[in-house]
């Protein structure tokens, strides 16, 4: 069977009940990708490389052709203190990276917030999190080179200062090649100062857009059926003390393994719907509460970092998609989330158990599909342990936020028709789609999810 007669449900998953399945290559030495992408190799196209496979679009595999994990290629070869870079294969984990730098009192620039997804996915997908001041809203911006090798086979280096490739190559969803070396900024590590605040949804409403447009570092938890949001505002504070790692790690047990495990216990154990999510959002409240205000006044991107390797496995589990909003409309948009909330559930009984996230994110002009290259955005990602009844809810959430002019990123945002995303990138989805053409006249890295969108 083609790969273009593989049917597309409207979830963007693709279903066949006969189909072999991929070929998985697992590369040690960067040469192995170099051999298989060769034309005359055995391995067959699509090719679709693929770090720690936490998209929650199929940019990751195909049903047939190759699916490149590059997650063995994870050494760090180069820390450079004094050009302030560090040169990586792709599969190194973020939170490997993040370790290491810290021995040379160095971190990471740009929007993380993630620990054991691999550099190699997150800069090709998004990265993002609740970066502030001259931090690239992406963890994508801080790319100063990456060595690939091209669809046929090639391998080349692109560099920062040949800026129109790079614009192209960075948040390319691996469409352009396999990344097999990454050279990313870094610099000494920078103190913040945390503030917790607890609000409505009105009073989220009324401060929204002085928040959003502000430059501060903004994650915040929503709970439409408490009419509750917590907010975490990041300030720099060169002056802080006491950046521990341990209270993080006890913060970041909480909202990523204890919660979703609970709550799955408790959509098994518990039948009765209204019970159940009264318990869930009593617990969601009480870990916000004692988490968020109580453990973490002071960080840095180099300790407030989520999910360890161990909670990665709960994590995966997870549905997720994520939106972005003009910063500028997040004021109405917050309110009318609830309210989609709310009509959601009486309508099909469906809701999210855990907190939807957001985050305040920067513009960033540094790559052709980034979705805050204009202005800043608002990201939205609504967040559930529970499969039945989520394809619709996506559905639902991508119908909101097309009205709300939501962009989507390739690699988290689901159900996005295939003549949206030109609406909202315009001129510059051309021009990726020109650049790819020309990097890859044979479709060689496509699969009909990414087709969809950029053929
Ligand atoms: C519970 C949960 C929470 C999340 N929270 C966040 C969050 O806070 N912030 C955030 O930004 N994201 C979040 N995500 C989404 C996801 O983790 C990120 O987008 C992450 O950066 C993807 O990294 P990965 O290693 O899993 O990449 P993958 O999912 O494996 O790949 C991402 C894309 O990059 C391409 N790619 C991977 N490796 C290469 C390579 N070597 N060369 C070329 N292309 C390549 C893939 O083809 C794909 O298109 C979350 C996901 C989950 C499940």
Redesign the pocket.
Known sequence: MSVNAIRLSRSGKYRSPVMPGPTVLTPTRAVEIRNALNPESRFSAPF????????ATE??SSSVGTVVD?SLLKQIKHVDPDRRTTTVQ?GVRIGDLVSELAEYGLELGG?H??MS??V???V??????PSFGDDGAFLASQVESIK?VTPDGKPIEIRSDQQNLMHAFRLS??MLG??YEIKLKVRPIRTFAVTHRRCSFDQFGAVAEKVANADVGLKFYLLPFRDRVYLDIRRHSPGATGTHRIPWKVKDWGESTVLPNVFKSINRIVPMTGVRYRLIDEISQMTQGIVNNRLVNTGSNSTAL?SSAKSDDA??K?N?CTWFFPAADFAIVVQAYRDFCLRVQDASRFRCDMPTVGFRIGRDSSALLSPSFDEPMIAL?A?STQSKGWEDFAIDFGDFARHWGGTPLF??TQEVPADYPSQVFGSRINLFRKIRRQFDPENRMMNPFLSQYFL
């Open positions: 679709r490389p693929m770090g720690a496979n936490s998209s940019c990751t590059t792709p929007g917030d993630l997804r691999t190699g996915g997150a090709s997908g998004g990265c993002i999190g690939l969803f691996g396999i990344i989520m994590a995966k997870l997720y990602r967040i690699n988290q």
